[in-house]
C-alpha cells in the first residue's frame, strides 16, 4: 500500500447529509485518492477508540475505508492497518448481535446484528493491488460497519428498535 502522510481531518457527525449518500468508486492510483487514504489514516490514528472510518465521515463521498482492529480486546483477526479502495463484501455468515457505537453519532451505542465471519475484496491505494481479507469477530463487524457508511447507512439504520438503543457513557459520568 502506497500512501503517504495525511492530515489529520474533522469527522462529520450525522445528520450531516455526507453521511447518508451513496459514496462513488475512485481509482486507487488518483493522487487525490492516495491523499484521501492518507487523511483516513492519520485521522483513524488520532481517534483513541475508533478501529475504522469510512471517508464520507472525512467528507469524501468515494468509496474508501481505513480500519485497525488490532487494539480491540474483542479482535481475533487483524489485517492490521489497512486501507481499501472500492471494497465489496462476497461473503458473510455466522450473524450475531454486538454493540457499535460511531464516530459520526455522539453518545449513543446499539445493538447490531452482524455477520462474524466475512471476506472483503478491494484494491490497495496506490499500488492498485487487488486483496481479498478474511476477518472474523469484532474485525469483521468493524469492516461492515465501514462498508455502511459507504452506502449511506449509520448503525442507527439497523438497530431494530429504540431498546436497542444506549447511552454512552460521558467521561465525566459516575
Do not use: Y
Not at 481531518?9 to 468508486?25: C, G, K, M, V
Not at 462474524?116 to 472474523?136: C, K, M, N, Q, W
Amino acid at each position: 500500500m502506497i500512501v503517504g502522510e495525511g492530515a489529520v481531518r474533522e469527522i462529520l457527525l450525522a445528520p450531516h447529509p455526507s453521511l447518508s449518500r451513496t459514496a462513488e468508486p475512485v481509482e486507487p492510483a488518483d493522487p487525490a485518492v492516495l491523499s484521501a487514504a492518507g487523511d483516513l489514516l492519520a485521522t483513524l490514528r488520532k481517534e483513541p477508540s475508533g478501529a475504522g472510518l469510512a471517508a464520507p465521515q472525512i467528507g469524501f463521498s468515494w468509496r474508501i475505508i481505513a480500519f485497525d482492529a488490532r487494539r480491540h480486546p474483542r479482535s481475533r483477526s487483524a489485517a492490521g492497518e489497512t486501507v481499501l479502495v472500492n471494497p465489496r463484501l462476497t461473503e458473510a455468515s455466522r450473524w450475531e448481535d454486538g454493540r457499535e457505537g460511531c464516530a459520526s453519532i455522539a453518545g449513543l451505542t446499539g445493538d447490531v446484528s452482524r455477520a462474524t465471519r466475512i471476506v472483503v475484496e478491494g484494491v490497495l491505494p496506490g499500488s492498485g493491488e487487488f486483496v481479498t481479507i478474511e476477518a472474523d469477530a469484532f474485525e469483521a463487524r468493524c469492516i461492515q460497519h465501514q462498508l455502511d457508511h459507504l452506502d449511506g447507512l449509520l448503525f442507527l439504520d439497523r438497530v431494530p428498535g429504540v431498546l436497542s438503543l444506549h447511552r454512552r457513557p460521558h467521561s465525566c459520568d459516575a
